[in-house]
């Protein structure tokens, strides 16, 4: 194969879901619904925590922006995969590229942020109970979301710009159903040291503060709950911690499982099977997990669905009254 330096690429291709014409409608139809899902839940979280007053708490704040960085990071990747089932055209244009890689660092940066930020939050309310909303004030968890975006998007314009340095070859299959870094990186035909070095220095320093954390936070939480005498205390304060620790798990995990696959794995399905699981997956399951295991969002969304329910019956019935 002709790989000759080209320093006017247009397009990439990403890796095509199945050889069978005859599946792509249902691929079509499961990512589809996969992705309405996802937006639908995560906006119910955003919506709740917003309208009841009982959920204005910097706990349900941090959740309220953990739900729209799950939608803003669904919308990077998978509409662009659903217009390309659609046309059977699996290109997508280099300015395209950038960009959509671009922003999954931006989200996917700011998540790591959000949980290790939401697992500060639980620390101080079950270790320092009585000065919890003097140490979380709302100026606090404010700086906190800004601090965490600034640094995503300086992260991310970072690494974007060092990929523009980069000349291409010919060969410019991605084995993912997205623009993800570590691909585009590897398709270059230039040298790319500085860009490997930036990318895993980038990845160890910003990734080990956030999971640094929250391995200290719920140091610190075990450690004091173990030391209450209270059963019922104990598993009170555990509850709340419950539904974090699946996120943070659910995130982690399949982030994990995803490069571990890209490095280890030939199989380029099976890498692609992996990305899945990280972009879509886990902000698919992030209000469920927070919906079924939290009694308060539980009743808030119960709450707002029964209040549209009513709100949207009476106007069709003014409707067809003639008011």
Known sequence: MDTRNQTGISEFLLLALTEDPGLQPFFFSLFLSIYLVTVLGNLLIVLAVIWDSHLHSPMYFFLANLSFTDVC??????????????????????TDCLFQVCFVLIFVALESFLLGVMAYDR?????????????????????????????????????????????????????????????????????????NILLYLAATVLGGISISGIIFSYTQIISS?????????????????????????????????????????????KTAVASVMYTMITPLMNPFIY????????????KMIRYIYLLFSNSITCLSLGF
């Open 73 to 94: 990071l669904s919308t990077t990747t998978i509409p662009k995969m659903l217009v390309s089932l659609q046309a059977r055209n699996q290109s997508i244009a280099y």
């Open 225 to 269: 709950v173990l030391r209450l005498s209270s059963v019922g205390v104990m598993h009170k304060a555990f509850s709340t911690c419950a539904s974090h620790l699946s996120v943070v798990s659910l995130f982690y995990g399949t982030g994990l499982g995803s490069y571990i696959s890209a490095a280890f794995i030939h199989s380029t399905r």
């Open 123 to 195: 620390y101080v309310a079950i270790c320092h109970p009585l000065r919890y909303t003097i140490i979380m004030n709302p100026r606090l968890c404010g700086q906190l979301i800004l601090l965490s975006l600034f640094i995503s998007v300086v992260d991310a314009m970072l690494h974007s710009l060092m990929v523009l340095r980069l000349s291409f070859c010919t060969d410019l299959e991605i084995p993912y159903f997205f623009c993800e870094l570590v691909q585009v990186v590897k398709v270059a035909c230039s040298d790319t040291l500085i860009n």
């Open 291 to 302: 919906s079924l295991r939290n009694r308060d969002v539980k009743d808030a969304l119960r």
